[in-house]
């Protein structure tokens, strides 16, 4: 596995933790909820290898807890404009190939 697949991990493993933060002070998530969240995610997160498969752990913690819903919403968008960005890379190199 890659080292910046690992930050990635590392980077959405924060945005985890200051959304559960944010919901205990809200009162949106109690003190069990988090550790049964937490416990979640700790168990899974060391066997996600793919963007694919964070996406898919993203999905299951916000579809049990969804204080975690911005957090699978934002890595969605970013996932969207990578593939976006690379199918106009790709486009472009075919362009350059015709000219």
Known sequence: MNT?????????????????IKALRDGTLKVEESRASAQFVLSKIDSVGTSQELLALLQELSTRWKVYESVLLEEKGKQIQSEDTDQIKQVQQKLQKFL
């Open 4 to 20: 910046s697949f690992e930050e990635k991990k590392d980077a959405v493993q924060e945005k985890i933790l200051g959304c559960m």
